[in-house]
């Protein structure tokens, strides 16, 4: 399955939640995410987020897609500001 | 077309890019927005954004899906923090 991802995590757990992510889905922009995943892969995912996750405060969605996205329009920059926490 | 849309804006421009983006999508998180729209609104909604966009700093993402996406799943709160800077 393909799948976009989005966090929206306190600053404290931004790092963690990114080297998690990271190693599963491609990382495009801040905290949004794409690709492909298996089930288990995903499933996998899912827990390590949950684990990490302040149940209060913190927010992940995963849209699950029927095939990749048609189409993928970026305005402004595509940098990611997240990368320089690591 | 079925559009999943995120941005990530200077903190000037957050409240102005919300009130555009909601006039067009759902809002679902924090910077996260769905929704149908039709050729032409999004053309309005990618024009509106790009006059607001600081182009070397912000960036916005539209993703046109293939017909609205499988499946949708939450971690932690659907709360919107963003909603609090209206």
Redesign the interface.
């Known amino acids: 399955?393909y799948y976009?991802a989005?966090y929206?995590?306190g600053e404290k757990r931004v790092g963690k939640m990114l080297k998690i992510f990271r190693r599963y889905l491609h990382h495009?922009?801040?905290?949004?995410f794409e690709g492909e995943m298996t089930p288990a892969s995903y499933q996998k995912l899912?827990y390590e987020?949950?684990k990490l996750?302040?149940?209060?405060?913190?927010?992940?969605?995963?849209?699950?897609?029927?095939?990749k996205?048609?189409?993928?329009?970026?305005?402004?920059?595509?940098?990611r500001?997240a990368s320089n926490f690591i």
Chains 1, 2 share one sequence.
């Open positions: 399955m976009i989005v929206d995590v495009i922009q801040n905290s949004v899912k987020a949950a996750c302040n149940d209060e405060t913190d927010s992940v969605i995963f849209f699950e897609l029927n095939g996205y048609m189409n993928k329009e970026i305005i402004g920059t595509e940098k500001p």
